[in-house]
């Protein structure tokens, strides 16, 4: 995804993306960056989940974590 997109159109994008295989980039603070495999379950106004594939169960980020590149899609 590019970088200079507004919330809304974030939104759009990752509601695009719903029930699909991705790959995501995490950083955890402190220089640790961790990679992601899962489905994107659903959708609310100010966070998705995203199933993850190895089994770690289902994680939960807020579009503005994408905003700041705290989450990106490979």
């Known amino acids: 995804m590019r970088n200079n997109l507004t919330l ?3 939104k759009e ?9 991705i790959s995501m980039l995490v950083n ?5 960056l961790e990679k992601l495999e899962g489905v994107i379950e659903n959708l609310y106004p100010s966070v998705f989940t995203v ?6 169960g289902v994680a939960t980020y807020s579009y503005t974590e994408v905003l700041c590149g705290h989450v990106k899609f490979l």
Not at 51 to 56: A, C, K, Q, R, Y
Request: hydrophobic share 20%.
């Open 8 to 10: 809304s159109e974030i």
């Open 13 to 21: 994008q990752i509601d695009k993306l719903k029930g699909k295989n």
């Open 28 to 32: 955890r603070g402190r220089k640790k």
């Open 51 to 56: 199933n993850l594939i190895d089994g770690n």
